[in-house]
C-alpha cells in the first residue's frame, strides 16, 4: 500500500522527536513516508512536496519543527490536506516558540496544532488515525484496540509502588 501519511520535520534534528509519531503509525500500520523538508531551507522542496502530496495518495500531512517553525503553516498553505503539527522542543525556549509559531494561523489556513514534544508526536499519529479510519476501517479499528489497551493497563496497574 502506498503511503496514506506524509510525515516531514524541518531537519534531521527534529527526528527524535518525529520518530515517535513514526513509531505510532508502524504500530497501528499505517502506511506512511518520512522525509526532512525545510519551510527556510529547502522552500521550493517544500512546496512541491505540499502541492503533490494529494495527487501522490497522501491523506494526511504531518509537520514537525522547532524554532521559528514555518513548516506546518506553509505546507497547509500548498495543500488541502489535513495538516497536524508537531512543535520540537527548541534549546533556547523549550518549544514555546515552535508551539506560537505553529498553532496561531490566520483564519483561512487552519494547522491542527498538538502539544510540544513526545506527547505532540504520538498524539498527530493517533489523530492521524481517527482522520483515515473515516475512510478505512482497518485503522478506526487499530485505533480502537490501542485505546481499550491503554485503558486496561491502566485499570489493571491502580497501584503506582507496583511495577
Ligand atoms: C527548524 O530549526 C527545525 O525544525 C529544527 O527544529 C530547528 C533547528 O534545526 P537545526 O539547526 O538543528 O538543523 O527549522
Not at 99 to 128: D, E, F, R, W, Y
Request: charged share 15%.
Amino acid at each position: 500500500m502506498t503511503a496514506l501519511v506524509g510525515v516531514i520535520m524541518g531537519s534531521r534534528s527534529d527526528w527524535s522527536t518525529m520518530s515517535h509519531t513514526a513509531d505510532m503509525l508502524e504500530q497501528l500500520g499505517i502506511p506512511h513516508e518520512v522525509k526532512v523538508v525545510s519551510a527556510h531551507r529547502t522552500p521550493d522542496l517544500l512546496f512541491d512536496y505540499a502541492a503533490a502530496a494529494a495527487d501522490r495518495g497522501i491523506e494526511v500531512i504531518i509537520a514537525g519543527a522547532g524554532g521559528a517553525a514555518h513548516l506546518p503553516g506553509m505546507c497547509a498553505a500548498k495543500t488541502h490536506l489535513p495538516v497536524l503539527g508537531v512543535p520540537v522542543q527548541s534549546s533556547m525556549l523549550s518549544g514555546v516558540d515552535s508551539l506560537l509559531s505553529i498553532v496561531q494561523m490566520p483564519a483561512g489556513v487552519p494547522v491542527a496544532t498538538l502539544a510540544i514534544g513526545k506527547a505532540g508526536a504520538i498524539n498527530a499519529a493517533l489523530l492521524a488515525a481517527s482522520i483515515l479510519g473515516g475512510r478505512h476501517p482497518q485503522f478506526h479499528e487499530a485505533l480502537l484496540s490501542y485505546r481499550s489497551n491503554q485503558t486496561e493497563t491502566v485499570l489493571d496497574n491502580p497501584d503506582p509502588r507496583q511495577a
